[in-house]
T-cell receptor, first 114, second 111 residues
Framework: DVKVTQSSRYLVKRTGEKVFLECVQDMDHENMFWYRQDPGLGLRLIYFSYDVKMKEKGDIPEGYSVSREKKERFSLILESASTNQTSMYLC?????????????FGEGSRLTVL | RKEVEQDPGPFNVPEGATVAFNCTYSNSASQSFFWYRQDCRKEPKLLMSVYSSGNEDGRFTAQLNRASQYISLLIRDSKLSDSATYLCVVSEQTGANNLFFGTGTRLTVIP
């Protein structure tokens, strides 16, 4: 089975802190994604990557950056956390091509910014 | 206007009932369609892709209506374990990364 692992299930940070969220997938998927999920808003794409060192902005990239130095790992960085970044963060991966819509998600990282 | 819209529910149905959800999408050029299931406090998981000709997987049937721009999910003989939120996902290009998620329809199956 495909496994997508997120490093932290629950984090509590203070405003202004730098936050790293790590995601690792073990199925050699080309595509990796970071979403946030908020009640009533559904999943919104922050960034995605279709190859090592490649990244594309999603719908809400402001306040976030990403890093993909290795194919299996995709990191989300909040340079200076703010309270409006309190959310559930979901990492996902998929194969390139026709299966790109078949996403495999990690268990999520629930971030609270105080 | 949202790209993908779903009735949030909740749909509360007795065990054994048949229940159907619809999901409308705004872009007529959309190419790929999916239903995901998300249990409470868990990650979304792919339930099924939706093909132009419709498809069935056990008690679940998905259909696409391009003329009216909606997809549907029918669940027959509902089980308690079907209780979850069902997310509609639409892609504007086959194989692309432009996926639009609905906010989900919550289903509770009651004993």
């Amino acid at each position: 089975d495909v496994k997508v692992t997120q490093s932290s299930r629950y984090l509590v940070k203070r405003t202004g802190e730098k936050v790293f969220l790590e995601c690792v997938q073990d199925m050699d998927h080309e595509n990796m994604f970071w979403y946030r999920q908020d009640p009533g808003l559904g999943l919104r794409l922050i960034y995605f990557s279709y190859d090592v060192k490649m990244k594309e902005k999603g719908d809400i990239p402001e306040g976030y950056s990403v890093s993909r130095e290795k194919k299996e790992r995709f990191s989300l960085i909040l340079e200076s956390a703010s309270t409006n970044q309190t959310s559930m963060y979901l990492c996902a991966s998929s194969l390139a091509g026709g299966s790109a819509g078949e996403l495999f998600f990690g268990e999520g990282s629930r971030l609270t910014v105080l | 206007r949202k790209e993908v819209e779903q009735d949030p529910g909740p749909f509360n149905v007795p065990e054994g009932a048949t229940v159907a959800f619809n999901c409308t999408y705004s872009n007529s050029a959309s190419q790929s369609f999916f239903w995901y299931r998300q249990d409470c406090r868990k990650e979304p998981k792919l339930l099924m892709s939706v093909y132009s000709s419709g498809n069935e997987d056990g008690r679940f049937t998905a259909q696409l209506n391009r003329a009216s721009q909606y997809i549907s999910l029918l669940i027959r003989d509902s089980k308690l374990s079907d209780s979850a939120t069902y997310l509609c996902v639409v892609s504007e290009q086959t194989g692309a990364n432009n996926l639009f998620f609905g906010t989900g329809t919550r289903l509770t199956v009651i004993p």
